[in-house]
């Protein structure tokens, strides 16, 4: 057993620390000239990507921006206050959660009118209006298998972690072209961008506040993965042409355990009085690990491979982005939440 655990942490140090590394550096350039540490940590991840290549970095980065990222938000709950869902109101989370579901059925539509199969239509249109790649993930499991399955599911995880960097970097200079408030703008980019480390990457480089109720926002997008993923499979199994191809092909939706652990500190936060240097000493900890998954997380981004899966698919996946983004723009601009 020991020499297990050895092993495991010898296969993530190469990676784990080039994402350290990294983020250090990030938060120096932060520090010294005032540029937003998720920003530069994203870029100098990018700049990187050709290490991801090396199987020497790869167990670790993956590491960074997984567990890590999912620890990090878990933590994020002892930073929020019922005063964050006053200031989000009812209408605004009944919108989040509307968005969802109609950016989940435009998909379907607009793979239909290009020409694509429904599945990636579900696939991109869940990750886009859900939770990025691990949306795709858990919809790919629930969908009936076919020969088309996996390339569908990859270019999903690819493409939707391209279109969510790049919203990370330019949705914060809509929000500012669009002249939104702070809360605006934390409802904006949390509604909108796909990934959770991208949400949390570009409301903090907005401010603090901003980067809370974004993430608060994106965990109720979060919430319906397992209500959604289960409705999926429901239905494939209901289509499903052949009892062959209802049997064993859906595989029950996993979770978000962090989703738990942030809730928990949330409810914690709220109920429980807390010794300040507790709270401020949590909080420092989910932004070093924050910025740490978004440096790997840049790392592990190849912008090259969306080029060669089609145009079909990066224009459906594209649409549902713009979708997304224009609905709640839209909602903002015209007072509804």
Same mark, same amino acid.
């Given at each position: 057993?020991? @020499?297990?655990?050895?092993?495991?942490? =010898?296969?993530?140090?190469? %990676?784990?620390?080039?994402?350290?590394?990294?983020?250090?550096?990030?938060?120096?350039?932060?520090?010294?000239?005032?540029?937003? *540490?998720?920003?530069?940590?994203?870029?100098?991840?990018?700049?990187? @990507?050709?290490?991801?290549? &090396?199987? =020497?970095?790869?167990? $670790?980065?993956?590491?960074? &921006?997984?567990?890590?990222?999912?620890?990090?938000?878990?933590?994020?709950?002892?930073?929020?206050?019922?005063?964050?869902?006053?200031?989000? %109101? +009812?209408?605004?989370?009944?919108?989040?959660?509307?968005?969802?579901?109609?950016?989940?059925?435009?998909?379907?539509?607009?793979?239909?009118?290009?020409?694509?199969?429904?599945?990636?239509?579900?696939?991109?249109?869940?990750?886009?209006?859900?939770?990025?790649?691990?949306?795709?993930?858990?919809?790919?499991?629930?969908?009936?298998?076919?020969?088309?399955? =996996?390339? @569908?599911?990859?270019?999903?995880?690819?493409?939707?972690?391209?279109?969510?960097?790049?919203?990370?970097?330019?949705?914060?200079?809509?929000?500012?072209?669009?002249?939104f408030t702070p809360t605006e703008m934390g409802?904006?980019?949390?509604?909108?961008? @796909?990934?959770?480390?991208?949400?949390?990457?570009?409301?903090?480089?907005?401010?603090?506040?901003?980067?809370?109720?974004?993430t608060f926002v994106k965990l109720l997008r979060?919430?319906?993965?397992?209500?959604?993923?289960?409705?999926?499979?429901?239905?494939?199994?209901?289509?499903?042409?052949?009892?062959? =191809?209802?049997?064993?092909?859906?595989?029950?939706? &996993?979770?978000?355990?962090?989703?738990?652990?942030?809730?928990?500190?949330?409810?914690?936060?709220?109920?429980?009085?807390?010794?300040?240097?507790?709270?401020?000493?949590?909080?420092?900890?989910?932004? $070093?690990?924050?910025?740490?998954?978004?440096?790997?997380?840049?790392v592990r981004t190849s912008l090259r491979e969306?080029?060669?899966? %089609? +145009?079909?698919?990066?224009?459906?996946?594209?649409?549902?982005?713009?979708?997304? *983004?224009?609905?709640?723009?839209?909602?903002?601009?015209?007072?509804?939440?």
């Open positions: 057993m020991s @020499h297990g655990r050895v092993v495991g942490l =010898q296969d993530i140090a190469a %990676g784990v620390t080039l994402s350290a590394v990294l983020s250090v550096t990030a938060y120096a350039i932060s520090y010294r000239y005032g540029a937003p *540490a998720m920003l530069m940590g994203l870029l100098l991840g990018l700049s990187c @990507h050709f290490l991801s290549e &090396s199987d =020497q970095f790869t167990k $670790g980065l993956v590491w960074a &921006s997984g567990p890590c990222l999912r620890f990090g938000v878990a933590l994020l709950g002892l930073r929020l206050s019922l005063d964050e869902v006053a200031i989000l %109101g +009812w209408p605004a989370v009944a919108a989040v959660c509307a968005a969802v579901v109609m950016t989940l059925a435009f998909g379907v539509l607009w793979a239909r009118v290009l020409g694509c199969e429904r599945d990636l239509g579900l696939l991109t249109g869940g990750a886009v209006g859900i939770c990025g790649a691990s949306a795709a993930m858990a919809i790919s499991a629930a969908l009936p298998e076919s020969e088309t399955k =996996q390339r @569908h599911t990859l270019f999903t995880v690819i493409g939707v972690t391209t279109f969510s960097t790049a919203a990370m970097v330019f949705y914060p200079i809509v929000g500012d072209f669009l002249m409802l904006f980019i949390g509604a909108t961008i @796909h990934d959770v480390a991208q949400v949390v990457g570009a409301g903090y480089s907005v401010s603090p506040e901003t980067g809370d109720l974004a979060v919430a319906m993965l397992v209500p959604i993923v289960m409705a999926i499979a429901f239905l494939s199994r209901i289509s499903a042409r052949s009892p062959d =191809q209802v049997d064993g092909q859906s595989s029950p939706a &996993s979770f978000p355990i962090f989703l738990l652990g942030f809730l928990a500190l949330f409810l914690l936060n709220n109920t429980v009085p807390l010794p300040v240097p507790l709270t401020q000493g949590v909080s420092q900890l989910a932004t $070093g690990l924050l910025l740490l998954a978004v440096t790997a997380l840049g969306v080029a060669s899966i %089609g +145009w079909r698919p990066i224009v459906l996946l594209a649409g549902e982005s713009l979708f997304l *983004a224009a609905a709640i723009a839209s909602l903002l601009l015209l007072d509804v939440v």
